[in-house]
């Protein structure tokens, strides 16, 4: 089974406009850790936001916020006020508890904004 | 200062060469990784160093030979290249401390291998 799923291969949005990429993830492990990443097409890898499993609010780091849905084991990054360069491929992923050491990735959404 | 850095960025090589790619992060970190980037963005792990000692080990050819001198670098060699091997391949590097912080993976820049 997949660790991480991103379902969403590509997605649009209007600048100034806000848009959810989501995220679901599979763990049996009660201490976990949910990341995203930005991948501009100059190819850099990009930390955004963390969430940890024992984080009772949702994450915010400036306009990116998690909507982040425990029970259904999702963590839905928000873009708030899209921006032109905010197109980028974005990766969610997951580290376990059971093995700190290990990142799982999603095959990532490749958004767009449009002007 | 770059907190991780990976060289050379580019590699255009021909089938049947060895490579080198060499890593380096000076953010005192432990754990050193080897993730390789296919043309479909697919993020892939291949090997894990936690303070020199192997702890990852995917299913990877055994063309494939990571090597850390210390906790600061990370090498991989790759013998008999393959047109499958055409990939960005990324040095990483993190520090879990538990809930006192957030233990992301900094990336390198990405190395571009072109196998001919």
């Known amino acids: 089974a997949q660790k991480i799923t991103q379902t969403q291969p590509g997605m649009f949005v209007q600048e100034k406009e806000a848009v959810t990429l989501d995220c679901t993830y599979d763990t049996s492990d009660q201490s976990y850790g949910l990341f995203w990443y930005k991948q501009p097409s100059s190819g850099e890898m990009i930390f955004l936001i963390y969430q940890g499993s024992y984080d009772e609010q949702n994450a915010t780091e400036g306009r990116y916020s998690l909507n982040f849905q425990k029970a259904r084991k999702s963590t839905n990054l928000v873009i708030s006020a899209s921006q032109l360069g905010d197109s980028a491929m974005y990766f969610c992923?997951?580290?376990?508890?059971?093995?700190?050491?290990?990142?799982?990735f999603g095959s990532g959404t490749k958004l767009n904004v449009k002007p | 200062d770059t907190a991780v850095s990976q060289t050379p960025k580019y590699l255009v090589t021909q089938m049947g060469n060895d490579k080198s790619i060499k890593c380096e992060q000076n953010l005192g970190h432990d754990t050193m990784y080897w993730y390789k980037q296919d043309s479909k963005k697919f993020l892939k792990i291949m090997f894990s160093y936690n303070n020199k000692e192997l702890i990852i080990n995917e299913t990877v050819p055994n063309r494939f030979s990571p090597k850390s001198p210390d906790k600061a670098h990370l090498n991989l060699h790759i013998n008999s290249l393959e047109l499958g091997d055409s990939a960005v391949y990324f040095c990483a590097s993190s520090q879990f401390r538990g809930r006192t912080n957030t233990g992301e993976l900094f990336f390198g820049e990405g190395s571009r291998l072109t196998v001919l």
């Open positions: 992923a997951m580290r376990e508890g059971l093995n700190f050491n290990k990142f799982y």
